[in-house]
């Protein structure tokens, strides 16, 4: 497993279903440029990732 997979599984679970039309293999997202940017969604998995970063140190 790679440590996106991690994080993927440790986001809040409102957020992960969200996230999984946008995986590109195991460790990246792909927005497509036909598609609208969804800032809210990055917003939040940055949100997510901040905090559980600052919870390891």
């Known amino acids: 497993m790679s440590p996106v997979d991690d994080?993927?599984?440790s986001?809040?679970?409102d957020v992960?279903?969200?996230v999984a039309p946008y995986r590109s293999g195991k460790d990246?997202?792909?927005f497509r440029y036909r598609d609208?940017?969804?800032y809210d969604l990055i917003e939040r998995?940055?949100?997510?990732l901040g905090r559980q970063h600052a919870?390891?140190?």
């Open 16 to 18: 992960r279903p969200q």
């Open 45 to 48: 998995v940055a949100a997510a």
């Open 55 to 57: 919870s390891e140190d």
């Open 7 to 9: 994080y993927v599984a």
């Open 11 to 13: 986001l809040p679970a």
């Open 36 to 38: 609208p940017v969804p």
């Open 28 to 30: 990246s997202l792909r």
